[in-house]
């Protein structure tokens, strides 16, 4: 039976039954998002190209979204379990979602694994095997493992495995320490080596499993052939991998109980970061960026979900769930171009509530490393700790970082909260915003010339700070708590130049470098200075939040956020250089909110930009999807004290804004109510708020098309 509903968009509304509506799904996301590349190595299940191949080949429709459950927060691997046997149901209906939604189905084991050696010798003081395995119908299955000893004879031992493409290096360590290291030749080609996977689609045409899971299903017929090995320690293998390889090894050890450890390595997106804080605000690879540039990873359904990641039944924190009770060590870069901490930390605070039910707690690590994407020999020597620790090989205790500790709860506890002011508006938004304390006026200087005494850090080199901009000159500016932003100025610039404040989005470890140079560029090329800083606990700033709510229990990081922006302000307006008259704020996401509460409070803002910046909150709830007042209170804790009153809203809060506001709030965002969001307006405006408001067609997301629209709209605000 067909369900009707009314859908409402643009002030157009349609009757629409399942189909259609997703017919429309469909259509928004071919419209929407970018055409995805045409894949010459990894081929997407079935043996397409591109998600467009398969969807033209298969004709399947998006699901009905409007009939799925929004799950705005990471969905509960433990919910309805209360024994062993309602968490080995809840496994099998993990597992099933996940090969619906996200790699595709995997054929059973074969069964008939054989190995057959094609080459021994000595090498230094190893062994090393050459072997082809054979397995499948007709045993027509071929792939290529290596196997490196530490010695002619003995064991058993334990093993190292990984399909890594530089090979021998990440097992060097693992056979000095006594494993044997196993290499399987089932990865992207890309790296030289073939991957051997690549004939399972033709092997076993019944089965859609995409290119990560091939290789994952490679991986466990090499623990098939381990099992006969007399020198194999069975309860210890161990299996590791970097970055691409890490989510194919996550996959592998999720669905393979004989696998007693996984080291997932700077997998990220698809691997140890959940789909939910993978989106464009957070700045890293999004659903939509990995299926588009890597179509052949994952299976072409999980495309659907982009934009609407809360939709998806499950999420990368179940299928780390399923490792439990053997060996999962979560790592990454707190600072890696593609990576999120703060998605990674969400995911193991829910993963770890599965170890506590399994009773293994201590078989459970989290690793949080500095640096960028690569690994050095150090990491892997950790590793290696971590195999040792949970193999009951050392006493060594697992590692376990915390770069984002907030609990509301705990917050709540210590905190000094006084009553709410009953009617000033900008007092209820100081209210919530917290107790801001005395602060010590910077030393501003009058001229962009010159040199200041502050500077951002040993991360600011990292990330290769001050940008380079073809026609811009850049300048270090000190200001507010000892704190040191860029100030980038066109070079041909005359005369009193009016700047734009860049407000960044939730870029945990990147601050304003992800995405801030075509931002730069852009302003700089309409003749504006542009003035960019790093907000507290992002960037070159991450580690400052770890500890702000012991230091300060009864401010907030918002506040902080914003007074750090009025202390820009400050700065900008004593350069001389620079026209007092004409500072504007602009921000995406986390950056549109600062500008909007910032501009609430401070009148010299002449102008405000804030794209896909807020949900009303009053009337937000959980079962909405958008995250609502938990965003702020106990997700992110920028805000805790809206946890225990909702002081303020943002209609009050637009009403505050003395200067014009250009809000850009897409129909599709998927943490924001679109009615709600032009409700707001509409009561802003008729308290006098001058206030333009764009509604495109559009998911979450700050594109270089809508950069462009919205900052010509500087040029109108007067």
Not at 227 to 242: C, N, Q, S
Not at 517 to 543: C, K, N, P, W
């Amino acid at each position: 039976m067909r369900i009707a509903l009314l859908f409402v968009v643009a002030g157009i509304s349609l009757a629409e039954d399942a189909e259609t509506r997703r017919q429309r799904y469909l259509n928004e996301i071919l419209t929407i998002l970018p055409p995805s590349y045409r894949n010459d190595t990894t081929r997407v299940s079935g043996g397409d190209r591109s998600f467009e191949d398969w969807q033209k080949r298969t004709g399947e429709l998006p699901p009905d979204f409007e009939a799925m459950t929004s799950q705005a927060f990471l969905p509960d691997p433990l919910d309805g379990v209360k024994t062993k046997a309602d968490w080995q149901a809840r496994r099998k209906w993990i597992r099933e979602q996940y090969e619906q939604w996200i790699i595709g189905k995997m054929p059973p084991p074969p069964g008939n694994t054989r190995g057959i050696v094609i080459d021994t010798r000595q090498e230094g003081t190893v062994e090393v095997r050459d072997i082809r395995l054979e397995f499948g119908p007709g045993h027509k299955g071929r792939l290529t493992i290596q196997l490196v000893l530490p010695r002619k004879g003995g064991g058993p031992y334990p093993v190292f495995l990984t399909n890594h493409p530089r090979r021998r290096p990440w097992i060097a360590p693992a056979v000095r320490r006594g494993y044997i290291g196993a290499i399987f030749n089932a990865t992207d080609p890309i790296y030289g080596a073939p991957d051997d996977s690549d004939s399972l689609i033709e092997l076993y045409p019944d089965y859609d499993f995409s290119g990560l899971a091939r290789w994952a299903w490679a991986g466990m017929r090499v623990v098939d052939y381990l099992h006969t090995l007399p020198e194999v320690d069975k309860a210890r293998i161990g299996i590791a991998g970097h970055s691409r390889n890490g989510k194919m090894a996550l996959i592998a050890a999720a669905l393979d109980d004989r696998i007693g450890a996984v080291v997932a390595s700077s997998g990220n997106t698809g691997e140890c970061d959940p789909w939910r804080y993978t989106t464009d605000p957070f700045a890293n690879e999004t659903i939509e960026q990995i299926t588009g540039r890597f179509p052949g990873w994952f299976h072409p359904r999980l495309r659907f979900f982009a934009g609407r990641e809360h939709k998806l039944p499950v999420d990368q924190n179940m299928l780390l769930s399923m490792v439990a009770p053997r060996g999962l060590l979560m790592t990454s870069a707190y600072s890696e171009t593609q990576g999120n901490s703060f998605g990674t930390e969400q995911a193991y605070r829910s993963v770890e509530k599965v170890y506590r039910f399994t009773n293994a707690p201590d078989k459970l690590g989290l690793s949080l490393r500095p640096g960028e994407h690569p690994t050095t020999a150090e990491d892997i020597e950790l590793y290696v700790d971590f195999f040792d620790s949970v193999f009951g090989r050392s006493k060594r205790p697992v590692t376990r970082t915390n770069m984002h500790p907030f609990q509301w709860e705990k917050w709540h506890k210590q905190a000094t909260i006084p009553p709410v002011p009953s009617t000033d508006v900008r007092e209820r938004i100081r209210w919530a915003l917290g107790d801001e304390p005395s602060a010590v006026p910077f030393p501003a200087r009058d001229t962009v010339a010159g040199r200041t005494m502050t500077n951002a850090g040993w991360l600011a080199m990292l990330y290769e700070r001050p940008l380079k901009v073809d026609g811009v000159t850049s300048h270090a500016i000190g200001f507010g708590d000892d704190l040191t932003g860029d100030l980038y100025v066109p070079a041909k610039a005359q005369g009193k130049i009016p700047v734009v404040i860049w407000l960044h989005s939730y870029a945990y470890p990147t601050g304003y470098s992800r995405y801030g140079r075509s931002t730069i560029a852009d302003l700089t090329s309409r003749g504006y200075a542009v003035f960019a800083f790093d907000q507290i606990g992002f960037g070159t700033r991450i580690h400052q939040a770890t500890r702000f709510y012991e230091r300060y229990p009864n401010w907030s990081l918002m506040g902080k956020m914003v007074a750090d922006t009025r202390a820009a302000i400050d700065a900008l307006t004593a350069l001389k250089e620079m026209d007092a008259r004409r500072v504007y704020l602009a921000g995406y996401s986390l950056g549109g909110k600062i500008a909007l509460f910032t501009s609430a409070l401070d009148d010299r803002v002449a102008g405000v930009i804030a794209a896909s910046a807020f949900t009303p909150l009053r009337a937000s709830k959980d079962s909405d999807g958008t995250e609502g007042v938990r965003h702020y209170s106990h997700l992110h804790g920028l805000m805790p004290r809206l946890g225990v009153n909702v002081s303020i809203d943002y209609d009050e809060v637009l009403e505050a804004i003395k200067a014009p506001v250009l809000l850009r709030a897409p129909v599709l965002d998927r943490y924001a109510s679109a009615p709600g969001v032009r409700t707001a307006v509409e009561n802003a405006r008729k308290a006098g708020a001058r206030i333009e408001l764009r509604e495109p067609l559009d998911f979450n997301r700050f594109t270089p098309a809508a950069q462009k629209e919205l900052f010509a709209w500087l040029e109108t605000a007067r």
